[in-house]
């Protein structure tokens, strides 16, 4: 008996970690817009890709399913349809909601350090690293001195004698 | 030289800590969020609202109707814990005679009535936005949220997050001082 409620509980769990495994994998948006051209609907792909959830602000509008998310799917499909562009649907988004709603952001002054930050610290570190290695004595200086080696060479022999 | 060497990882690591226990004050204290995102509408014109009237049948709410006064509009719902907390001091300000225009957001209707009814209102009016019009294109992420809005209809002041005593001084206060006088 105890052996079956096991066995439905394992099955339970596995059938639930494919479940989410399979959750994971489809896009959380369920939403069912419809296009009658390609190009529209490639582009409403492309922007909900890009766009940035302001609400949970690590994931993309996409993947979302916060309300404002839904919201924010829906206007950018409402924009599409109206037959607005990628460049007017963009400048919608970033004068409402600043540069952080993309999901890239732009490459300019105010986002200089974000761009080029990581990789000044890259330099930096590896330049750092070169001159730790340049510094170490290379195996090829004597670490000891004759007497030095002669004395130590004596004291691990008196430890072998006893 | 290998000894004074031997302090820069502690040196380093009290900088670190220096400096986050720095952040973490200014969070508690409720002067920085990090999850804040800088609103792109000071000084640029205030979007323009029309939506239909929570309380009011067949009547709509318009920015319009404030031209020439400066006012303050109030995005909440009643899904919203801070909502709830800041509502006794939108209704202390609301006496005050301070004009609020609320944007009920993604909301339930009949919720949102009982909400007011049981109480109060402390908003001249209130716009109905179940579908985040208004709220996109004020640029809202969270509620609530409360602009400021000047004579001129610039946006001069937002906050998000609820309204408490020392954040109106801080930011709203000001701009009612020369119109009358406070208490």
């Known amino acids: 008996m105890r052996f079956i409620v096991r066995k439905i509980t394992v099955l339970k769990a596995l059938v639930l970690a494919l479940g989410l495994s399979l959750g994971a994998q489809a896009p959380a948006s369920i939403d069912t817009y419809e296009f009658s051209d390609p190009g529209q609907e490639a582009l409403y792909l492309d922007l909900i890709q890009e766009l940035r959830c302001l609400v949970c602000q690590n994931q993309n509008i996409a993947d979302s399913n916060a309300e404002l998310a839904q919201d924010l799917r829906r206007k950018t499909y409402e924009m599409v349809k109206k037959g607005e562009n990628k460049d007017q649907i963009v400048e919608f988004m970033v004068a409402r909601y600043g540069d952080f709603v993309m999901y890239s952001p732009p490459f300019k002054a105010t986002t200089l350090m974000l761009w080029v930050g990581p990789v000044l610290i890259f330099v930096l570190a590896v330049a750092m690293l070169i001159r730790v290695i340049r510094r170490r004595p290379s195996s090829n200086d004597r670490l000891l001195s004759e007497e030095q080696r002669q004395r130590a060479e004596q004291l691990l022999n008196q430890t072998e004698e006893k | ?183």
């Open chain 2, 1 to 183: 030289m290998n000894k004074s060497r031997a302090f820069i990882p502690l040196m380093a690591f009290l900088a670190l800590a220096g400096l986050f226990y720095f952040v973490l004050m200014k969070m508690n204290k409720g002067e920085y969020n990090p999850r804040d995102i800088p609103t792109e509408f000071i000084g640029r014109p205030a979007p323009n609202i029309d939506l239909p009237n929570l309380l009011v049948e067949n009547d709509r709410v318009k920015s319009s109707d404030y031209a020439g006064k400066v006012w303050l509009l109030n995005i909440w719902g009643t899904w919203c814990p801070e909502c709830w907390k800041e509502h006794d001091y939108l209704m202390y300000l609301s006496r005050q005679g301070i004009p609020i225009l609320g944007i009920d957001w993604r909301d339930e209707k009949a919720d949102a009535i009982d909400f007011l009814k049981q109480k109060g209102n402390p908003f001249v009016e209130v716009g109905f936005d179940p579908n985040s019009d208004a709220a996109i294109d004020w640029g809202v992420y969270g509620a609530p949220e409360t602009f400021l809005i000047d004579a001129e209809g610039i946006v001069r002041e937002k906050h998000a997050g609820a309204l408490y005593p020392q954040v109106w001084e801080e930011k709203f206060a000001k701009y009612f001082q020369a119109q009358k006088p406070t208490e």
